[in-house]
């Protein structure tokens, strides 16, 4: 395996404003993230992405300044899919002579990756190396016993159909928690005719606590548990 890792690091989120370079424990959270992956040693192929002068002024003047990438602005909206900034650095890297089979694609807020994640993935992906592999967890309650709330706080079941089963009937269902995402680099090719959760997606659980940031209340749980594990 070949493997090609990203950090897309955009400077215009709108719900978490800087939230990729915001300070977590006085250190820009996106080198908490940066470090785990290099203290991994899975890849030496990393790309670091962004049009934002700041971002690209502060990986620039790091340890990590040969992985800087500037992408171009169209590719830097909020409705730009990942997959097209993905296919922007292969196209780039690949000029160079590179062949990679696989990107591994981790945000960089994801600075309660721990090294082991890594390790299992990679080990995990060797057994599987046709397939799209995601981070998940499991929710804590069925699925199917859920509510949607309304603006005005009525609850109505997401399965209405389901509602009253016994809930030891449903299947465990999973959750995308956000730490990662290995690809196959032909998939990624493909895109958009390309729909990874209809070809071969695998989950590989996460056993310890972790926060996809999309809001301020997830950035203070971040926060939280990442002062928690390093006291």
Wanted: aromatic share 10%; charged share 20%; proline share 6%.
């Amino acid at each position: 395996m070949r493997l090609l890792i990203t950090v897309l690091a955009r400077g215009g989120s709108r719900r978490v404003p800087r939230k990729n370079i915001r300070l977590l424990s006085g250190v820009p959270v996106i080198f908490h993230t940066l470090n785990v992956i290099r203290d991994s040693n899975i890849s030496s192929d990393i790309v670091v992405s962004t049009e934002d002068p700041e971002i690209s002024q502060l990986i620039a003047t790091s340890s990590f300044s040969s992985s800087l990438r500037l992408r171009p602005h169209y590719l830097s909206s909020d409705t730009t899919p990942s997959f097209a900034v993905i296919q922007h650095i292969l196209d780039s890297e690949d000029s160079s002579g590179c062949n990679f089979t696989h990107v591994l694609n981790i945000p960089p807020t994801a600075a309660l990756i721990r090294v082991d994640d890594l390790w299992n993935l990679c080990s995990f992906a060797t057994k599987f190396p046709t397939s799209s592999i995601i981070s998940v967890k499991p929710f804590n309650v069925p699925f199917e016993s859920s509510y949607i709330m309304s603006d005005e706080l009525d609850l109505l079941p997401n399965r209405p159909d389901l509602f009253t089963s016994n809930t030891q009937s449903f299947a465990r269902s999973y959750y995308d928690c956000g730490l990662y995402s290995l690809i196959p680099v032909k998939y990624i090719r493909s895109w958009p005719s390309y729909e990874f959760y209809k070809v071969s997606l695998k989950g590989l659980s996460i056993n310890h606590p972790c926060v996809d940031v999309d809001d301020e209340s997830d950035w203070d749980d971040l926060v939280s548990l990442f002062q928690a594990f390093s006291s």
